[in-house]
């Protein structure tokens, strides 16, 4: 990141979370405007229809701030671009590769591996990621209000197999500090629960979401907690996103980090040999890195297995064993994610 980039955030007066969510960018043409882009530029730079409306743009400005400007290639920006090629039809992709629906039994709960379940505990994200492998769930039907979670955390307290939570998304933490108290505790509470693990994007794209509130109920449970970012790129992280990691770690938590293998932008050893050097500088664990999903709409960012292996070959030279992240592949049916090599 060059330094020009970090007095811009540096100089910004401090912002509240909640307006930053508020006034996401969702105007392509303002991005386009705010990134200096020039639209002469090759068709991914040209606009999704159908993929725009199906799954609109949402980009937090703290976010776009770290994107260079007038540059189509921005590793940041080809994530959150909603480009023609997912209009694109292959029949080869599917709405819902995992067959997540088949999994979820009880309002906002999804189990697919023994020991574990996940709540989709908000209804949406800060950001929009164009790859996104849940960008056709069905979300509106799994915002459970408070009676409802209480009928699906009475079924989780009833199994005494579930001993770990997992709090996903949408973002979790686009939820509210009082609402995310009240679950929490509930979850806390649970007898058999030893730990909860939130899943979650927002500490990258909005770091300011990481409030002293927040890491109040953090810091108070008693289950050990697990927080898992969501980074593709080193170039996501600047010093905001340094601060936000340090006020997650002073709670307790055990920080990891899962990105996804995306074509075009980050397919490459130099690129995830340095974002798991940012991510330890951080005291944040590489966890997995995932093999796209073959999901409708994001055909363009598939990455295949043989390159995947190659990758990891390649970094596994380069770095100490602990920070090479597990290359995984989700199976439909797999009793855990599929390792690769
Ligand atoms: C990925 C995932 C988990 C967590 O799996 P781990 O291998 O423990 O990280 C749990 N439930 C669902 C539905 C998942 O997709
Ligand atoms: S933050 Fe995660 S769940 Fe949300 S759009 Fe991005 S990839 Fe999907």
Redesign the pocket.
Known sequence: MSNSALSVISSDPPEKWQEILADLITDPKELTEILQLNSNRGSDSLLAQAGLDRFSLKVPRPFARRMQRGNWDDPLLRQVWPSQLEDEVDLSLSEDP?Q?SS?NQAQGL????RG???LTAAPHCAVNCRYCFRRHFDYAANTPGKQQWQETLGQIGRDSSIS?V?L?GGDPLAAGDNYLKWLLTQIDTLRQITTI?I?TRLPVVIPQRITSSLCQTLASLNSKLVI?IHCNHGQEIDSSVQLAMQKLRATGATLMN?SVLLKGINNDAAILVSLSHKLFDMNVMP??LHLPDRVAGTGHFLVDEQEGLDLITEIRALLPGYLVPRL?R?DPGSD??TRLG
């Open positions: 995992l997540e999994f999804l189990q697919k591996y574990r379940v996940l770990e997992i996903s693990r899943h898992v899962q966890y997995y995984v989700e855990s994610k």
